[in-house]
């Protein structure tokens, strides 16, 4: 299925025949495929970059605010929340006004909130605003893979998708750095305002370069009931995933909470069939390949950032580095995904998507295998090899999942389709969080009290072994203030040795995810619709 595409832009409507997609128009920059990838990518980059940046600012928020450990696990979640229960909807929304104003909207919206959190005064100001930044970012994310897909064309879309993660990869990695350095040596607010003049120049190259390009047969009309149920419901995923670590994954509150959103994800379905213009067209899961791309983009961020998640704590609380040098550490992974993405583009439009992404979730695979056998005593060189082949691992998995889900998609579900491919990113995260935490928990609440006791150390109350196996899951020594050097470091090697075990199971756990990713790779191909991309412009 493939679908025209008209360019609604003032004094370009009459229809005069296009210029090719790879050359600027008689409009000059106006509508040029690379300048338009380079505005999306700074917007883009802001949101990416805000995942990360933030958790090294969160120290400093609480003690400059006074706020509690429940009040900062909300600047983080409340964000992560606004962002992948209204990703889809914000796709939509593309879909219907256009993906020109929808991201410009979105990049303007993020940038105005961010300013606003670093002019916060208290820890409530910051958590609401991280809430409008997160819908905020909803809007421009599916925009910018919306406005990617009609303006190249199909030989070029897997180069410009490459491009587009090489971004996302490298401001994700670099996030740490860059947050630690603005925190160490300027001050948390500095990581907010960071998106001002960053939001202002891409508003600037969004108003001379992009153009707004929707399908002759996009959406006219909203369907309310299915955004209700399908935010609920996702609401409801999402919060479960985030509190079970504090229920305890066999909580009635956890297990509710599931109940209602597998209820509310089939009540979403239900209507989806009975609606004249669905949000999602249940026919999209017809394409083995798009829904392949979407399960597979879970199950990547499952095993990437799941296993992530306990690498930061191991270089910090482990080896003792700084969240600079721990951001240092991950410079090759970072590196392999900044070089590696614009070439598995590459791969992908010579060879198509299947052999890339099984490879790539294959060296996956073998770098979290490598990751479950670090110890305490490895040194950077052996870390260096195993992230390295982890970012040349993901770089094509990143580039080829995204251009099956969307070139898989009609023109005119663009952004629908960018949304799902941010939100099955999301979900995946929050799972990997979720479900390797409880790996590690299980694993350090089993293994700590005979690690303990075969050290000869004084015994625990139950009270006193809870604290300490939440201290051990993220790698601290529970070291009491006044405990003599001799028994501090025997602490410390236990605590160390316990969190090693946990971040090894939870590695193997996530190693086998990749294997399992690996089949499902083998069902995608290239996108169906992808000819629509680039094609059929009337300026």
């Not at 004249?276 to 083995?288: A, D, T």
Request: proline residues 5%; aromatic residues 8%.
């Amino acid at each position: 299925m493939t679908s025209q595409t008209t360019l609604e832009t003032a004094g370009h409507g009459d229809g005069a025949p296009s210029a090719p997609a790879d050359r600027p128009s008689g409009a000059g920059l106006r509508g040029h495929p690379w300048f338009t990838l380079i505005t999306v990518a700074v917007g883009v980059m802001m949101v990416a970059l805000d995942g990360t940046i933030v958790a090294i600012a969160n120290p400093a928020i609480q003690k400059d605010l006074g706020a509690t450990f429940a009040q900062v696990q909300w600047i983080t979640n409340g964000y992560f929340l606004a962002l992948a229960v209204s990703l889809i909807t914000a796709g939509k929304l593309g879909d219907r006004f256009g993906h020109r104003q929808t991201f410009l909207i979105g990049v303007a919206g993020f940038a105005l909130a961010s300013g606003a959190i670093g002019l916060s005064s208290s820890v409530s100001a910051v958590v609401v605003f991280r809430v409008l930044q997160g819908l905020f970012g909803a809007l421009l994310m599916p925009a910018a893979l919306g406005l990617l897909r009609a303006t190249f064309p199909a030989e070029k879309l897997n180069m410009a998708i490459g491009i587009w993660g090489m971004v996302i990869g490298a401001s994700t990695a670099g996030g740490p750095i860059l947050g630690g350095v603005l925190v160490e040596h300027v001050s948390w607010q500095s990581v907010f305002f960071i998106n001002v003049p960053v939001g202002v120049v891409a508003v600037v190259l969004g108003v001379m370069i992009l153009l707004d390009h929707r399908a002759e047969n996009a959406p006219r009309s909203f369907d309310l009931p299915g955004i209700g149920l399908l935010s609920g419901a996702m609401f409801c995923l999402v919060w479960a995933l985030i509190k079970a670590p504090e229920w305890g994954w066999g909580g009635g509150l956890t297990w509710t909470f599931l109940a209602v959103a597998v209820a509310g994800f089939g009540a979403f379905a239900y209507w989806e069939t009975k609606v004249k213009e669905p949000l999602i067209p249940l026919g999209l899961f017809r394409s083995v390949p798009l829904s392949a791309g979407v399960v597979l983009m879970v199950l990547m961020a499952i095993a990437f950032m799941g296993g992530l998640f306990f690498v930061t704590f191991y270089l910090q609380n482990v080896h003792g580095l700084s969240p600079i040098d721990a951001g240092l550490h991950l410079l090759p992974l970072t590196g392999m995904m900044i070089v590696g993405s614009p070439l598995a583009g590459a791969m992908i439009t010579r060879f198509g998507p299947r052999v890339p992404l099984a490879g790539g979730m294959a060296c996956t695979a073998i770098a979290m295998y490598g990751v479950s056998t670090l110890d305490t005593d490895t040194g950077s060189l052996a870390m260096s090899v195993w992230f390295a082949l982890l970012g040349l691992g993901l770089a094509p998995v990143m580039v080829g999942a995204t251009e099956v889900i969307v070139g898989n998609a009609p023109m005119e579900l663009s952004g629908v389709a960018g949304g799902l491919q941010q939100a099955a990113m999301q979900i995946g995260g929050s799972l990997g969080t979720a479900v390797l935490g409880a790996v590690m928990a299980s694993k350090v609440d089993s293994a700590l009290p005979a690690n303990w006791k075969a050290a000869g150390l004084p015994d625990m109350t139950p009270a006193q072994l809870d604290q300490a196996s939440e201290a051990v899951q993220v790698g601290a020594a529970p070291v009491a203030p006044g405990t003599p050097d001799a028994v501090a470091a025997k602490i410390a090697d236990v605590a160390h040795d316990t969190f090693i075990a946990g971040m090894s199971l939870a590695s193997l756990v996530a190693t086998g995810v990749a294997v399992f990713a690996v089949l499902v790779a083998l069902l995608t191909k290239r996108g169906a619709n992808a000819d629509a991309a680039g094609g059929g412009v009337h300026i």
